[in-house]
């Protein structure tokens, strides 16, 4: 008989925070869709979305423009911030990020070796490969890390992925040199949002979508396997079937957000750090509250990059490398001994 898992049901505190991290959303979207080389009115913004009818200027730029970027930058946000989350909680080091372990490098390289091969891809062979390149960038990591698993600490992980996520990143600039294919490349490994149609919106949702739902899902054995897998297996828990899951819910989040915008580290560091120290420990909690945060902290993010230059642009990977750079550090010098 499965014996009872200790989590206790969560509080209503969590669905006040929810609740504030849910205003805060609306705030920063609200300010993203006004902001940026021309402003347009809340009340535009607001005929925009409820009248298919309305006509005019700027009317076409919120729809055309400005909706179906800062839309990309809540799918992309969240995506990276649960990812991270779950790969926090899944091998237990304070210093996973998809784009620190190698995910967002081999779904780099593999657009590279797609546009190189086939020049005629479309939006979801795009997406596919991606994924595979994901899943590639991570084995790799892991496999290298495995060699000597005694002493496979959180910061030997993030070198491993960073000679992995260094390969593979010179193997997409090489493949892109060879074939002549650079400008086609950069468009989606600038990390930027510039662009987003609501083609590629349709296409990329319901992956993400699914995937959120689907690991909000497996919070609760999520939050097991992050205290110790020994427990995890007492309270019998199918560790291997939940891990499996868990590490293709990961490549598939990781793959979307580098489909839609290209190659963006230390999103899936920071907010769930950032989550945890209002949400605690429990991963029913840390995800979706990670899923809000990460797409308030991107559209944010890009509303700055928009707004710093006007009328030109700085790429949102520049605005978060240089917002979680610091971070990583301090994490480095401060949190890994005291994550747990």
């Known amino acids: 008989m499965e014996k009872q898992s200790p989590q206790k049901p969560i ?6 925070k929810l609740l504030v991290s849910m205003i805060l959303f609306v705030i920063v979207f609200a300010l993203a869709v006004r902001l940026g080389a021309k402003n347009v009115s809340l009340a535009d913004i607001w005929s925009a979305i409820s009248n298919p009818k309305a006509t005019g200027g700027d009317i076409s730029i919120i729809r055309e423009l400005r909706l179906p970027r800062e839309v990309g930058g809540i799918l992309v946000g969240a995506a990276l911030a649960v990812a991270g989350a779950i790969m926090q909680g899944l ?6 990020d998809p784009g620190l372990l190698g995910l967002t490098a081999g779904a780099n390289a593999a657009l590279a070796v797609s546009f190189a091969f086939i020049p005629s891809i479309g939006y979801y062979g795009i997406m596919i490969a991606c994924f595979i390149g ?28 960073s000679a992995v996520s260094a390969l593979l990143t010179a193997v997409a600039e090489g493949i892109s040199l ?6 086609n490349v950069s468009m989606w490994t600038s990390g930027g949002l510039i662009g987003t149609t ?8 319901p992956v993400i979508i699914i995937c959120l739902i689907v690991s909000i899902l497996l919070s609760r054995q999520l939050t097991i396997l992050s205290l110790n897998e020994g427990t995890a297996v007492s309270l019998g828990l199918k560790t291997t079937q939940v891990k499996i899951a868990l590490y293709i819910l990961i490549t598939l ?3 979307a957000a580098v489909a839609l915008v290209g190659n963006i580290a230390f999103v899936g560091l920071m ?9 605690g420990t429990d991963y029913r909690a840390i995800l979706p509250l990670s899923a809000i945060s990460g797409a308030t902290f991107m559209v944010f993010a890009d509303t700055l ?6 009328p030109f642009e700085t790429p949102v990977a520049a605005i978060v490398a240089v917002l979680g750079l610091p971070f990583f550090l301090f994490i480095v010098r401060k949190g890994v001994r005291s994550f747990s």
Do not use: E, Y
Request: charged share 10%; net charge positive.
């Open 253 to 255: 989040l990781a793959g």
């Open 198 to 205: 609501w083609g590629q919106i349709t296409a990329i949702a």
């Open 271 to 279: 907010i769930p750090h950032l989550v945890r120290v209002f949400a």
């Open 134 to 161: 994901a899943a590639c960038g991570v084995m790799l990591v892991f496999g290298i890390a495995a060699l000597r698993r005694q002493n496979m600490s959180p910061l030997r992980m993030v070198l491993a992925g």
């Open 178 to 183: 060879q074939f002549k294919i650079s400008k």
């Open 91 to 96: 091998t237990r080091n304070p210093l996973a």
């Open 11 to 16: 509080n209503s505190t969590f669905v006040l």
């Open 305 to 310: 990059g928009r707004m710093i230059d006007v």
